[in-house]
């Protein structure tokens, strides 16, 4: 979970000098030494030493002695960093409650000019090299540390929300830094979470969705009731880090793999009868 607004509120200008500097050292190293931390941030050893054991303390920042000592910045840290630059540029002016939780990601309320969304990106360690394997938006370089793969997460689903608001319905992108995006509101549930008493309307409003989105050049590719929200109105698609163009190699099997999925569930829940190459033929026109 992100760090409260307490530990970002009162962090002292030293500990942001030295998340900062970690920041921007881990592009050259997995673990940052000490001495290049006390040349980038110019502090005293005895107030560099300190500072770093209040960040670990927070639980901000982390050291490693293997293979060499280091310190590393944590997604707590890193979220700090996020929230820092956020709130200095008046997105928002205080984190709410948890609202949701996703395979790589953490959700929550938050207080802009109005009610907001903040989507903390979590690419874990764990799944980091399969993520490398299976996201186009990773780079080549060998070091890439989980934190700016989180980034690169975040900066790709804020990409498709750029291009779709206003003409597919999804949340609309406010401001990004680092691995955390400010979205809009979206009043409603999850499809998953709900039953409808008519599903057809609902069903046929995802499939117009899917086609605006397809005649944009974008498949969403990890597209299910999960990603869906509705309410009594209308429905939104959300979670599109995964996304991709329409000529990517492999954008004919995506597609026809999120058909299938969102086909699957309403005849499985609703026992709609709908046959998938109908729906592709909906789509792709």
């Known amino acids: 979970m992100p760090p409260s607004a307490d530990i970002v509120r009162d962090l002292h200008k030293y500990e942001y000098t030295i998340l900062y ?14 001495d290049d931390l006390k040349r980038i941030t110019r502090l005293s050893k005895s107030e560099l030493e300190y500072r770093l054991g209040e960040l670990m303390e927070k639980d901000l920042v982390s050291y490693n002695a293997v293979p060499y000592p280091g310190y590393g910045l944590v997604f707590a840290g890193y979220d700090c960093l996020a929230l820092h630059t956020l709130v200095g540029r008046k997105t928002i002016s205080a984190l709410g409650s948890l609202i949701g939780v996703g395979k790589e990601s953490e959700v929550y309320e938050a207080l802009g000019l109005g009610v907001v969304v903040l989507k903390f990106h979590r690419v874990g360690q764990h799944s980091f090299q399969s993520v490398r394997l299976k996201r186009d938006y990773m780079t080549d370089d060998a070091h890439c540390p989980w934190i700016f793969a989180s980034a690169l997460s975040a900066e790709q689903e804020y990409e498709a929300l750029l291009r779709l608001t206003g003409k597919v319905r999804v949340p609309v992108p406010i401001d990004r830094s680092r691995n955390t995006i400010a979205i809009s509101y979206i009043p409603g549930v999850n499809l998953n979470q709900c039953t409808l008493a008519d599903p057809r309307p609902v069903y046929e409003e995802l499939i117009g969705e899917m086609q ?74």
């Open 212 to 285: 605006k989105t397809y005649s944009l050049g974008i498949i969403h590719a990890d597209f299910s009731e999960y990603n869906v929200m509705v309410n009594e109105d209308h429905c939104w698609i959300i979670d599109w880090p995964q996304w991709v163009e329409c000529s990517h190699p492999n954008a004919e099997d995506l597609l026809r793999r999120d058909v299938e999925t969102i086909v699957t569930f309403f005849n499985r829940k609703y026992r709609m009868g709908i046959d998938p190459e109908d729906a592709l033929s909906a789509i792709t026109g």
């Open 21 to 34: 500097a970690i920041e921007r050292l881990m592009k050259r190293y997995r673990w940052v030494p000490f």
